[in-house]
Nanobody, 119 residues
Framework: QVQLLESGGGLVEAGGSLRLSCAASGIIFSIKTMGWFRQPPGKQRELVAVITGGSVTNYAESVKGRFTISRDNAKNTVYLQMNSLKPEDTAVYYC?????????????WGQGTQVTVSS
């Protein structure tokens, strides 16, 4: 059974920083794309950042230059460094990973972690 465990959310003032982590565990052959989505209050879930198995990254326009996604393949972990946080970054953040187990690949999701940015 594969699980994604997120950590690092919390309350921070505008202009501050947070670092989210998401570790995959279980029977894992390899991990393809990993990334982060977020769901602001009353809004739909939106893509924040993705990183491929070859460490190619892509970001939502709203976070470019402020957020950095990275991964540690040895630890099956993806990170999201968030700097210069704004109140509009307030959301539940979800990580995902496209994981190959034996012969198939499946997208798994973390449980979500709350990030609240006060003005």
């Amino acid at each position: 059974q594969v699980q994604l465990l997120e950590s690092g959310g919390g309350l921070v003032e505008a202009g501050g920083s947070l670092r989210l982590s998401c570790a995959a565990s279980g029977i894992i052959f390899s991990i393809k794309t990993m990334g982060w989505f977020r769901q602001p209050p009353g809004k739909q879930r939106e893509l924040v950042a993705v990183i491929t198995g070859g460490s190619v990254t892509n970001y939502a326009e709203s976070v470019k230059g402020r957020f950095t996604i990275s991964r540690d393949n040895a630890k099956n972990t993806v990170y999201l460094q968030m700097n210069s946080l704004k109140p509009e970054d307030t959301a539940v953040y979800y990580c995902y990973a496209d994981i190959v187990t034996r012969v198939i690949s499946t997208v798994y999701w973390g449980q979500g972690t709350q990030v609240t940015v006060s003005s």
